[in-house]
């Protein structure tokens, strides 16, 4: 697992609205936010996003981007995000097994109706522009998820103070 201040490994999805998402794009954002989800086969992860979304403003008054990705293919995802209102948030599609191991995701590999399933499990990272991991949060199980607002809120006053990176030691 990566720990806050080292660099994130170069990141790179395609989006369901079209063109891609990458770390390596400048948005000017102070940090950017990527939500690693199951897929939309989790009823955990789709409330989850669901909330993120709806959080979208308070996030961007820090400066703070917002993504999410998972393994789906392209057609679920997008159907996803649409079913469920997922409007304001980048999301990608196609994660590959590299990407969660380079990432050092939690992974569940088994196999379901005779179609083998490898998703990466739910995490949460935050990324400074220059591509060091401020804050990790991950989970091995689809119910292990921040509290949003609890977050949210200790973001504001870590703003304050110019984000000082924690947990490196």
Not at 10 to 25: E, M, R
Request: net charge negative; aromatic share 10%.
């Amino acid at each position: 697992m990566l720990k806050p201040g080292q660099q994130v490994p170069k990141l790179a999805f395609p989006l369901v609205t079209g063109g891609s998402w990458s770390l390596d794009q400048g948005t000017g954002a102070s940090l950017r936010l990527i939500s690693f989800y199951r897929g939309a086969f989790c009823g955990f992860c789709t409330r989850f996003m669901q909330q993120l979304n709806g959080l979208h403003g308070e996030f961007a008054e820090l400066g703070i981007d917002l993504a999410g990705v998972s393994v789906d293919p392209e057609e679920v995802a997008k159907a996803w995000a649409k079913d469920n209102g997922i409007d304001k948030i980048a999301i990608g599609y196609g994660l590959t097994r590299q990407q969660i191991e380079a990432c050092g995701l939690f992974a569940s590999h088994f196999t379901r109706d005779g179609k083998e399933l490898y998703f990466g499990e739910p995490a949460l990272w935050l990324v400074r522009p220059d591509g060091a991991l401020f804050l990790t949060i991950q989970s091995s199980v689809s119910c292990g998820r921040p509290d949003l607002e609890s977050l949210l809120t200790g973001l504001k006053l870590l703003a304050d103070q110019g984000f000082p990176t924690r947990g490196n030691a």
